[in-house]
């Protein structure tokens, strides 16, 4: 399977900065066949970069974007307008679910957008540090997993990425603390093994699982040597161009 480095900028760079930085990711960045990276900048730069990328070196997401296809949601994107524009489509990151209270339901209506609409989803799980400290996390994962995919078809299932980033290991969270490669294996088995129960063990095994929360240059190389983890979800480093580029490298040098 192909390792996917994904880099969210959140609500970060105006659209010259965006493409001043792409720019530089794209001289700074060879086409791997192995390895898949991808950015997710806002939306008023996706239609911009959708016509600067090279799509053989880097593949572009949206952050997140409204179910439905057309009418009269005011201040909404959706995955049929993005069609074309983006591959991937970040979902249930846990800022959406957070601060802007999407639910499962809005999260799996989200997941079968993006299928509709020949875009990759790439849905988002993670427990709270008050959930993680209950010992809640296996229940917490397993409901936002298989709510998150039970409108996916058969077919379909194994077109979708999974990426499990702990809340409390986020880098803008407050204290957060770093998860242990031990700690993201584990949990990594567990998400394997739901999937296996769900899906069949065939399917469930094709289905990509990236880590996110504070990956940085340094513990990259870690986390992506940990079984069951096929890539990194990256928020305050791939701000950073520097870092990005180093983590994708460590990636590079884990798959040969
Ligand atoms: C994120 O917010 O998805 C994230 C992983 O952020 P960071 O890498 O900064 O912890």
């Not at 991937?88 to 957008?113: C, M, N, P, T, W």
């Not at 504070?214 to 069951?228: C, E, F, K, R, W």
């Amino acid at each position: 399977m192909k390792s996917y480095i994904v880099g969210n900028w959140k609500m970060n760079f105006s659209v010259g900065e965006s493409s001043v930085y792409l720019h530089k990711l794209l001289q700074k960045t060879r086409a791997f066949r192995d390895i898949e990276v991808i950015v997710a900048p806002s939306f008023v730069a996706l239609q911009p970069l959708s016509l600067q990328v090279d799509r053989k070196k880097i593949r572009l997401a949206a952050q997140s974007a409204n179910p439905h296809d057309f009418g009269a949601y005011t201040g909404e994107v959706s995955y049929t307008q993005l069609r074309g524009i983006v591959d991937y489509g970040i979902i249930g990151h846990s800022e959406r679910r957070q601060l802007f209270h999407e639910s499962d339901k809005d999260i799996r209506a989200s997941v079968a957008a993006a299928l509709r609409n020949q875009i990759t989803p790439i849905l988002c799980i993670g427990e709270t540090e008050t959930e993680h400290t209950f010992g809640e996390t296996h229940d917490v994962l397993r409901d936002q997993l298989l709510g998150g995919l039970s409108e996916v078809s058969a077919e379909d299932i194994s077109k979708v990425i999974i990426a499990y980033e702990p809340i409390w290991a986020i880098s803008t969270t407050t204290d957060s603390r770093i998860a242990s490669p031990d700690e993201i294996g584990e949990i990594a088995q567990f998400i394997r093994r739901t999937l296996v129960d769900a899906y069949g063990e065939s399917t469930a095994e094709a289905i990509p699982l990236l880590y996110g929360g504070s990956v940085n240059p340094t513990n990259a190389g870690a986390y992506l040597t940990v079984p069951g983890i096929n890539g990194l979800l990256i928020g305050g480093a791939s701000l950073i161009g520097d870092q990005f580029i180093d983590i994708i490298e460590t990636a590079k040098k884990v798959k040969d």
